[in-house]
């Protein structure tokens, strides 16, 4: 990284199933107005637009970000569209992040979201493929055999997945956007149906709109704000190909790889200690165990024994997805930006409700493909 | 002239409909054909010897092509799998069904299918599975013609045998 | 201007462009490219820092399409990586802004997508607003048909210029074996086709046709190594405006005007005429003339030559033709226009556009020589 970036202003949306009252610009609108009140900034501060979503066909609009140009404040301006599946919303911020680095742009907008309620996202998510059978709906068939290989593994008791969708949702009921806020235990998830064995309904992501802005600043203009900004120490996206013989898709060369080089460059040695607060990307209760192992906070095969000892949990020794994560809120082209950007909120000490004490440094997560996308960041109180 | 609604419009109903007419490409095409002589073909890298089925045209590990179509056995080993209890899309599969990963033997990465024939949760990770196909005479060289994987009956393989083959 | 990183195109490889190809899938069209542009610039995958591609899932008629693409591109072991929903030209733009950050020294940037597999007229009807302009059933055709309208109103263009541009590049077109029309047409001839949409007939619009192309950038330290004569960029800017067709004078584009403006500026170059060849991203001979108009340079001159590979009307696979024209800037500065060459070039400008009616551009000013010593 050539110098130094931070985010300056956080905004997002109320998430629900579906934001019926406002149109696809409304819903962009809600979170950019928010972010750039929060940074203290109009659009004619802006020099770029990063824009990233999901699978145009949960609108039915091929690039919507052509006819969102106007409602973006982007007329004139320089704008990319990205899409790295489920990561899409940290890669963009990512992406966002990288045109400070290079002293070619002060202050850039980006803006992730997915108004999914538009169109059929089933429909939009599991099409018929060509030339292959059709075997299972939803993504959840296709991740649940590598939650039930971790089980194997590692011997993880059943109880986890349950566990971990029950914090999820006592967290969520401290984050005034999430969508599924309601409070259930751990007795509710194991008596909810299975839907893809051993992935049960109530741990499983729900389909919402929503939408998240980040402003990107340079240091110069970091410190002409209000306040307190996020220094973004390093972030990362890396890809790996699918059909690689031997390839692990429980525990992910693309994640450990990534972990390790934002880690690294973050000045990161035992993340463990060092982080205070992370927020990653679980759409399957189980993600969040195997995900600990993945990005190096435990030692392989350790990941549900912290689960199990409750410390990931709010208020214990590393709050995970104190927001509420993925499990609570999934617009799928925002969800990885929401990550990023809670842990910017958890560091700049403005995640209200749900501010974690005495956070230093927090990693944002999110993966996407067929667990073949990782992107992520450490940010910082200090640069 | 007619009186203007009185409600603002609030929804827009848009069917979007869109015919595509993909191309399998030959190297799919030659295993989607071979299915119909109920042989199911892999793809050798040339630099790794790594099998590849359904068979591609380079290796994604090697970056190298692949230099020859290899015949592979229609009988492996459940990696792992999961059971099914949402319907899927365009199609008639009794609730709940089993869709596995199956590293069949002779190849280096895996298929997905779904093992039938046995109750869901007699269904195990180690589990050696065989194809059904449908009848001589009904195969029409599509992917249809693999119906299932059912049990063998053979002793289930040990864990290291297959743990690094999701 | 302060002094920024010395990037250059070291490679490019394309294939040559076909109405439909029907050998392969389109992952499977961009793997020997990806091959042969390696090739060209004498290195491994592993020598390549970054990766990028460009492409649509519309396009692909699936979504998450893209993900597919990762195995022709070499991507194990993990690989850094971005993809965007746009011209993989733009994806380029953005490996070049990565090097300016420091962020990567080489980048293999990809573009892919078989767009004979859907129906790309109405699939780009989705690209406009859904609540007012998709409804009306507008395809590109149309709205560069409008766009055409509302630039002949302006400029008393006739017919007969429109038909003496789209000769030129069909004449151009003949001497290039990658494009998909090689036939050349005399202005007579595509003056007599039929109206696709008026004012614009059949012999003035593209016909659709597919590739795959694969490019790598690499900055100063590395470019040498990899490429004999490397393609440096001098300066490159993008600009969108808004999309709603009656919000916009369509006979103008001030984005490509401001984007052109500054990618001049950073390339120090006082005029767009003063380069020896421009490649524009026009499908039409009427946004010919908007960019030229754009960029200052009077399109009835002979030089700079403009579209001398015949330009998107003789090939135009979508979400890749912008990445080919910065291509083909590359092949002419690296004396590898066999050909279509236009002689003793040394400095050219390359042009991408996205979007109904020029609604977003890309400007790149390259040359022989390094910007920034």
Known sequence: MKRPVAVVGVGQTRHASRRAELSIADLVREAVDRALLDAGLEHRDIDAVVVGKAPDQLEGVMQPEQFLAGALGAHLKPLIRVHTAGSVGASTAIAAMTHVASGLFERVLTVAFEKQSEGNAMWALSPKMPFTAPLVAGAGGFFAPYCRAYIARTGAPLHIGPMIAANARANAARNEYAHLREPMTVEDVTNSPVLWDPIRYLETCPSSDGACALVLASEAQARRGPRRPAWVKSAASYAEAMWVPGRDQVNPLAGRVCAKHVFERAGIRDPWREIQTAEIYVPFSWFEAMWLENLGFCDVGQGWHIVDRGEQRFGAHLPINPSGGVLCTNPIGASGMLRLGEAALQVMGRAGDHQVDGVKNALGHAYGGGAQYFAMWVVSTEH | MAEPPVEPIKYVDALVRLPYHYVAGDCRARYLRALKDKKILGARCSQTGKVFVPPLVNSPESLAPTDELVEIADRGVVTTFCIVNIPVIGRALELPYVVASIALDGADISIHALVQECKPDEVRMGMRVEAVWKPDGEREGSHEDILHFRPTGEPDMPRDAFLNRL | ?373
């Not at chain 3, 006739?158 to 074996?177: C, K, M, Q, V």
């Not at chain 3, 050349?184 to 109206?195: I, K, M, V």
Request: proline share 6%; aromatic share 6%; with cysteine.
């Open chain 3, 1 to 373: 201007m302060s002094r920024l990183r010395n990037v250059a195109v070291v490679a490019f490889a394309q294939a040559p462009v076909v109405a439909r190809d029907e050998h392969r899938m389109a992952t499977e069209m961009l793997y020997p490219q990806v091959r042969r542009a390696l090739a060209d610039c004498g290195v491994e995958r592993s020598a390549i820092d970054y990766q990028v591609a460009g492409s649509a899932d519309y396009i692909d008629g699936r979504p998450f399409g893209f993900v597919g693409a990762l195995e022709v591109m070499g991507s194990w072991p993990p690989t850094q990586d971005l993809h965007l929903e746009m011209d993989a030209a733009f994806a380029a733009h953005y490996a070049w802004i990565r090097m300016q950050a420091g962020d990567c020294d080489t980048a293999l940037v990809c573009g892919h997508g078989k767009v004979s597999e859907g129906e790309p007229r109405r699939i780009l009807n989705l690209e406009l607003d859904p609540y007012y302009q998709a409804p009306i059933g507008l395809d590109p055709l149309a709205t560069a048909a409008l766009q055409a309208s509302a630039f002949m109103a302006r400029t008393g263009t006739t017919d007969r210029r429109l038909a003496e541009i789209a000769a030129r590049n069909r004449a151009a077109g003949a001497r290039n074996p990658d494009v998909q029309v090689r036939s050349s047409a005399s202005a007579d001839e595509l003056a007599r086709t039929p109206w696709a949409v008026e004012p614009l007939r059949t012999g003035y619009v593209p016909p659709l046709g597919e590739s795959a192309v694969a490019l790598v950038l690499a900055a100063e330290g590395k470019a040498e190594r990899m490429c004999d004569r490397p393609a440096w960029i001098h300066g490159t800017d993008q600009r969108i405006e808004l999309q709603t067709l009656g919000a916009r004078d369509l006979s103008r584009s001030p984005s490509a005007r401001l984007a052109a403006e500054r990618a001049l500026a950073m390339a120090g170059a006082t005029s767009a005429a003063d380069v020896d060849l421009v490649e524009l991203s026009a499908a039409t001979p009427v946004e010919e003339l908007i960019l030229c108009e754009a960029l200052g340079i009077d399109a009835d001159r002979s030089s700079p030559a403009l579209n001398p590979s015949g330009g998107p009307l003789v090939g135009h696979p979508l979400m890749m033709t912008g990445l080919i024209r910065l291509g083909e800037a590359f092949r002419q500065l690296a004396g590898r226009a066999g050909d279509h060459a236009v002689a003793g070039a040394r400095r050219a400008i390359a042009h991408a556009t996205n979007g109904h009616c020029l609604q977003q551009n890309l400007f790149w000013v390259l040359g022989t020589e390094r910007r920034w010593t």
